[in-house]
T-cell receptor, first 121, second 110 residues
Framework: QVQLQESGPGLVRPSQTLSLTCTVSGGSIGSVPYWWSWIRQYPGKGLEWIGYIYPSGSTYYNPSLKSRVTISVDKSQDQFSLRLNSVTAADTAVYYCARDVRGDGYSFDQWGQGTLITVSS | QSALTQPASVSGSPGQSITISCTGTSNDVGAYIYVSWYQQHPGKAPKLIIYDVSNRPSGVSNRFSGSKSGNTASLTISGLQAEDEADYYC??????????FGGGTTLTVL
């Protein structure tokens, strides 16, 4: 069973860049073709898909975030990462990394525990 | 892209059945079979309970079922149990090659 674990700073200052890493264990990112995704959840409920990456490096992003987001993969470390530029308080959320069910990017059955990111000065 | 529309809350008594709706457009729910449902208990990550409109992952109770008609998908939980009390989210693939979630529905078991 693959496991995913997010890591990040917890607190980010406004206008700075948020950087998160998801470490995958129990399976290799490069060995099986899945989409690896970032999804966030605002305080109070709503989920928002941020984007995902394929082992080849292909990416798709939420259009509302596309200008500020970069998702990258490091297959040698079995990690993928999120960078979100120019953050504001509106980016405060729990950030999850997740893996899709069968390599088509339509649904996610493996999730990390999530990490709370607060944007505040 | 706009979030899919779900009722904010639903409730039911143990043993009853409830249905949660998820309304989108012809560009998402109405366009594909790629509608999923997630269950989330407080402080936990979402758990996939339905994918491709009506398929259950291994280990998910058959009390959970999904369907779709036009631009609206539905999740039905039969034989309601106390452990079903949670938030439920739908999601759909879109014609813009993105994913969109619903706003979430809180299920209360009375």
């Amino acid at each position: 069973q693959v496991q995913l674990q997010e890591s990040g700073p917890g607190l980010v200052r406004p206008s700075q860049t948020l950087s998160l890493t998801c470490t995958v264990s129990g399976g290799s990112i490069g060995s099986v073709p899945y989409w690896w995704s970032w999804i966030r959840q605002y305080p109070g409920k709503g989920l928002e898909w941020i984007g995902y990456i394929y082992p080849s490096g292909s990416t798709y992003y939420n259009p509302s975030l596309k200008s500020r987001v970069t998702i990258s993969v490091d297959k040698s470390q079995d990690q993928f990462s999120l960078r979100l530029n120019s953050v504001t308080a509106a980016d405060t959320a729990v950030y999850y990394c997740a893996r899709d069910v069968r390599g088509d990017g339509y649904s996610f059955d493996q999730w990390g525990q999530g990490t709370l990111i607060t944007v505040s000065s | 892209q706009s979030a899919l529309t779900q009722p904010a809350s639903v409730s039911g008594s143990p043993g009853q059945s409830i249905t949660i709706s998820c309304t989108g457009t012809s560009n998402d729910v109405g366009a594909y079979i790629y509608v999923s449902w997630y269950q989330q208990h407080p402080g936990k990550a979402p758990k996939l309970i339905i994918y491709d409109v009506s398929n259950r992952p291994s280990g998910v109770s058959n009390r959970f079922s999904g369907s779709k008609s036009g631009n609206t998908a539905s999740l039905t939980i039969s034989g309601l149990q106390a452990e079903d009390e949670a938030d439920y989210y739908c999601s759909s693939y879109t014609t813009a090659t993105t994913l969109v979630f619903g706003g979430g529905t809180t299920l209360t078991v009375l």
